[in-house]
């Protein structure tokens, strides 16, 4: 039987954890963690400020030599001491999540499945890092090119998927051989914190992993970069940001890695099996309450199959449970803190305003909690602000096309390329339309795109490079090539 929720929270650190050691901020500034079910706090955390920072970036820089000398086998068995551990604790960790995040207890064990399973595949890939050995074209040279960590990495992740983010940036980071300074979100701290704590029970060598949490991100983050010591850049979260992290970036040319913003089409073809699409779409709008990149975020549904859809969509949101994530039977939990909810109701009634109109929901509930029921609108007009603007909530949009030409172009039709899905039962038609699509995903009949083994990333404004599968861990190493003479 899992502990109740505040002996967990108790036992984790909360402090900044520097070579091997939680300690207060060098200010002694705190902040607390709230539970958006109920708006109280649940946890007070060290408030880090620019002398943990230099403190945590000089540690990184001082055991980034010896952590890359450490053979790959060992770092490869820390990483599986910790997929085993996560998921041994897999309960505990996940009632830490839904209590400061809000997603039903369900949702935040597959989480935890999800994220643990980061650290199990780059456990596997450490052992199988690439290099090359060949002739020049003219046979004069031997080329040998060899794979080295980059060196410390500054890691910054949301608060959304607070077990899954950290993971599928510090699994590959360690699995490469980087020193790492990391600050989690400061609304969703505590299960990175749960992460931290495990990776120490694995094994991994104190002054490997800095954590620096705060309320001021650009008070830590922007000295890192200044540093001089830092190497590369891992950062998920909005565009906004993202392109101000790499204005920064560039003052010292470091590496970055960015998963940005998103403005997910999902595209129903009039031969859809609508069952089918009414599954995926769920899948897509309502995993972790919409609060996600990869959501759906502008349903696109062919004129003829419209009623039929929207009224099977519809029978399926009302029938949801809104409530507090750790409470049996709740489908779908609270938002992240109030300003998600205002804005969520400020999107929902511009979309009205212009002429959509409410299946479902659409009213903000009274009471404690930061709650929105589930929603469906129809008939959003294309210059409504929630087509432009990522709705972070259980809102499902609905507009209709009459083309495959006005799908793709209305898909396409923005400065985001994250993920699309296409729902057809033509495989020539899914492929053609996956094709043209502007976007460094797609899901064809399915609305889960994330999977470990697979390359997560986007396009356009969506971000750089890839996190996952047999690149992910490419973007933690440089390429060192030596060219010695045949005689």
């Known amino acids: 039987m899992t502990r109740p929720v505040a002996d967990i929270i108790a036992e984790l650190g909360t402090g900044i954890h520097i070579d091997g050691r939680w300690q207060d901020a060098a200010s002694g500034k705190t902040f607390e963690v709230e539970n958006p079910a109920t708006g109280h706090p649940i946890a007070t955390l060290a408030d880090g400020g620019p002398d943990d920072a230099q ?41 830490v999540m839904t209590t400061e995040m809000g997603k039903p207890l369900a949702e935040a064990r597959g989480e935890v499945a999800y994220g643990a399973e980061f650290f199990r595949w780059f456990a596997e890939e450490a052992v199988r890092i690439r290099g090359d050995a060949r002739r020049s074209p003219d046979g004069k040279s031997r080329f040998i090119v060899t794979q080295e960590p980059v060196g410390p990495c ?63 991100a650009g008070s830590v983050v922007e000295p890192w970069i200044d540093s001089g010591k830092a190497r590369k850049l891992s950062f998920t979260g909005s565009t906004g940001v993202g392109k101000l992290l790499l204005e920064q970036c560039a003052r010292g040319v470091l590496r970055t890695s960015m998963e940005l913003g998103g403005n997910a089409p999902f595209i129903v073809c009039e031969d859809a099996d609508m069952d089918v699409a009414v599954n995926a779409v769920m899948a897509a709008k309502m995993r972790n309450m919409g609060e996600a990149c990869t959501a759906a975020n502008r349903i696109l549904v062919h004129r003829s199959v419209l009623d039929e859809f929207s009224e099977k969509l519809t029978a399926r949101m009302s029938g949801l449970t809104v409530g507090d994530g750790a409470a049996d039977g709740t489908d779908v939990g609270p938002l992240v803190e109030r300003k998600a909810v205002e804005k969520v109701e400020q999107l929902v009634g511009d979309a009205v305003n212009r002429g959509a109109e409410v299946l479902c929901g659409g009213e903000r509930p009274t009471g404690g909690g930061y709650f929105y029921p589930p929603t469906v609108l129809t008939g959003v007009a294309p210059d409504a602000e929630m087509m432009s603007t990522e709705i972070f909530g259980p809102v499902a949009a609905l507009t209709p096309f009459d083309t495959d030409d006005e799908a793709v172009e209305l898909a396409n039709d923005t400065e985001f390329g994250l993920v699309s899905y296409v729902m ?46 047999l690149t992910g861990i490419e973007e933690f190493l440089e390429s060192k090539y030596i060219s010695i003479p045949v005689r």
């Not at 979100?185 to 991994?204: K, Q, Y």
């Open 154 to 216: 500054i890691l910054i992740t949301p608060w959304n998927f607070p077990m899954a983010m950290v993971s599928r940036k510090i699994g590959p980071a360690i699995a490469a051989g980087c020193t790492m300074v990391y600050k989690p979100a400061n609304l969703t701290p505590l299960t990175s914190m749960f992460v931290v704590d495990i990776l120490r029970e694995a094994g991994l060598p104190d002054g490997v992993l800095s954590v620096v949490c705060t309320k001021s």
């Open 424 to 469: 057809t039962e033509s495989v020539d038609r899914g492929f053609t339309m996956a094709e043209r699509l502007e976007a460094g995903m797609v899901g064809f009949n399915t609305g889960l795109v994330s999977n470990p083994a697979a390359p997560f990333g986007g396009i356009k404004q969506s971000g750089l490079g890839r996190e996952g599968g």
């Open 55 to 95: 403190r945590a970036i000089d540690s990184a820089a001082a055991h980034q030599k010896q952590w890359a000398a450490t053979p790959a086998r060992e770092r490869s068995e820390i990483l599986r001491r910790a997929y085993e551990l996560l998921m041994e604790r897999a309960d505990e960790i996940a009632l």
